[in-house]
């Protein structure tokens, strides 16, 4: 017993260590102002470390009320716990972003502590739970999740999500009512860390069927009650959200069977890596044949799944863990902008993959220990090379954590690794473009406004900020002219009748500034 306490120890130790390492460039990074600005900068309530505050936090019709209505317009964006971590972290450190980023690396050390206890209570193997967690921790598709603070609510929902299926084997195991009970608070703080943490009922079946428990009044009565939770959470907090839907944005099974496909590539070969990750469009009609491929992929793992459902709990256990907490990401898919039928392209982000993972690594785990039944020189070449693959991996996170530093390198290396003239990455240049504005750096800002023009014509958000970089440098028909084409083509942009009045009010025009300046009122009501 003291030698298997022991093993487990060096093991957590060695798995802590080799994360932190990975991870340490992220404790000198800045904020990258994507989202966090919103969320978390300009956000009173996370100022407000008073019981009135906190409840506000929780309070889904008062929650971000100080900043645009279309942040909150997703149940996705309804994290109450996440914003509790940003307020406390502010009431002692304010905005030290060096706090913000070891919390989140604290987190996530955590949580490969945590996988590693899920994987051994499942299979009982040292080994294999230390592989699983590794790769979980080390692997180059975690640096979104660690290094960006707006991250937060992946990494603290995770803490919940993996410690309620931990007690819940172990409810399993021992038919306790206090591990049951536990569970069920777990999952509730899942959910109000981030609503991914509704497929936590599927998770459960998951494991039951991993298990092989037979269907019984116990069972159906245990999922029933987190059923009702999840019901009662959603009826009291995201009701009255707008649900983003994959039918409404245009995601099919084609880009749904893609997006499987090419994640589970890329948690292996982090290939591409990007803050921005289009989801191919059609071209003719048509979409490029990689997304065909991935519909055969996914139907030849359905046909698997079905005819070794009795067969294979193990392997099937971990694919269906993938799908399964795949399943909310990708019907959380967005538009870059959603208001703009020309610009319709779905983004899938790297953090969506934070605990889907751990299925796939979880398999190839339980796949790489059968190499000691192999002769010894071929078992040689295969931990060698999985040495050196890890080390690598290991690499690339670390320098990835490197890309997070600020918002100019993060929107840098994303117009770096973008396609030739995808319209796509005028969200990239746009990005860049405000921070150099706010720096001061008006040629560069003016630059990267004309190229995300370039890029995309139609997009509204770029005339309106290249018409403040032109009043700022004193041309003030140049903007007006910006002002007007960007109301021609949202003219329910707020911001730009705002700009558009002050820029009439340096023109000499205090009449047609008085109208815009009503009309930004009315929209900010």
């Known amino acids: 017993m003291k030698s298997k306490i022991r093993?487990?120890?060096?093991?957590?130790?060695?798995?802590?260590?080799?994360?932190?390492?990975?991870?340490?460039?992220?404790?000198?990074?800045?904020?990258?102002?994507?989202?966090?600005?919103?969320?978390?900068?300009?956000?009173?309530?996370?100022?407000?470390?008073?019981?009135?505050?906190?409840?506000?936090?929780?309070?889904?019709?008062?929650?971000?009320?100080?900043?645009?209505?279309?942040?909150?317009?997703?149940?996705?964006?309804?994290?109450p716990l996440t914003l509790l971590s940003y307020s406390v972290e502010y009431h002692f450190f304010q905005f030290n972003p060096f706090i913000y980023h070891l919390d989140n690396l604290i987190l996530h050390i955590l949580n490969a502590i945590l996988v590693y206890s899920l994987i051994y209570l499942l299979i009982e193997n040292i080994e294999i739970a230390f592989i699983t967690a590794l790769f979980f921790g080390i692997m180059p598709l975690r640096v979104e999740s660690v290094a960006w603070v707006m991250e937060r609510k992946d990494v603290l929902f995770a803490f919940f999500y993996l410690s309620g299926l931990i007690l819940y084997i172990r409810y399993l195991k021992s038919n306790s009512l206090e591990y049951f009970l536990g569970t069920a608070a777990l999952f509730i703080y899942s959910l109000f860390a981030k609503p991914q943490g509704l497929s936590f009922p599927l998770t459960l079946l998951l494991i039951d069927y991993y298990f092989k428990r037979n269907l019984s009044r116990a069972l159906i009565l245990e999922k029933a009650v987190f059923l009702f939770l999840n019901v009662v959470f959603w009826l009291l907090f995201l009701k009255d959200l707008s649900q983003v839907s994959l039918s409404a944005h245009g995601a099919t099974i084609e880009l749904a069977s893609y997006t499987l496909v090419l994640y589970l590539i890329k948690s292996f070969v982090p290939f591409g890596l990007s803050c921005i990750n289009p989801v191919p469009g059609l071209t003719n009609g048509f979409f490029p044949w990689t997304v065909y491929a991935s519909i055969g992929l996914v139907a030849f793992a359905a046909w698997w799944v079905v005819k070794y459902f009795s067969k294979n709990q193990r392997e099937i256990f971990c694919l269906l863990f993938y799908i399964v907490l795949m399943i909310l990401p990708i019907l959380n898919m967005e538009f870059v902008h959603p208001t703009d039928t020309q610009f319709n392209h779905l983004l899938f982000y790297e953090h969506y993959t934070y605990l889907p993972c751990i299925g796939l690594y979880f398999l190839f785990a339980m796949l790489f220990v059968?190499?000691?039944?192999?002769?010894?020189?071929?078992?040689?070449?295969?931990?060698?090379?999985?040495?050196?693959?890890?080390?690598?991996?290991?690499w690339i996170s670390l320098e990835r954590c490197g890309v997070w530093k600020d918002g100019i390198a993060l929107w840098s290396d994303a117009i770096d690794h973008a396609s030739l003239k995808d319209p796509v990455y005028v969200l990239a240049y746009i990005n860049r473009g405000n921070l150099y504005n706010v720096q001061g750096k008006f040629d560069e800002a003016l630059y990267d406004y004309n190229q995300a023009i370039d890029l995309d014509a139609q997009y509204p958000e770029s005339y309106a900020n290249r018409g403040v970089i032109y009043g700022k440098n004193g041309e003030f028909l140049n903007a007006l002219a910006d002002f007007n084409r960007a109301i021609q083509l949202n003219p329910h942009l707020a911001s730009a009748y705002f700009d558009r009045a002050v820029t009439y009010m340096k023109l000499g025009n205090p009449n047609q500034a008085r109208i815009d300046y009503q009309r930004f009122q009315q929209l900010n009501t």
């Open 7 to 79: 093993q487990h120890l060096a093991a957590l130790l060695i798995l802590a260590s080799l994360i932190f390492i990975t991870f340490l460039p992220c404790l000198k990074n800045n904020f990258v102002y994507w989202d966090e600005d919103q969320f978390l900068l300009k956000d009173p309530l996370i100022k407000d470390f008073t019981l009135s505050g906190f409840i506000h936090l929780f309070d889904p019709h008062t929650i971000g009320q100080s900043v645009p209505a279309s942040i909150y317009s997703s149940a996705a964006s309804y994290i």
């Open 370 to 394: 059968k190499y000691k039944i192999l002769p010894v020189q071929l078992r040689d070449l295969i931990l060698f090379s999985v040495t050196v693959y890890v080390l690598l991996m290991g």
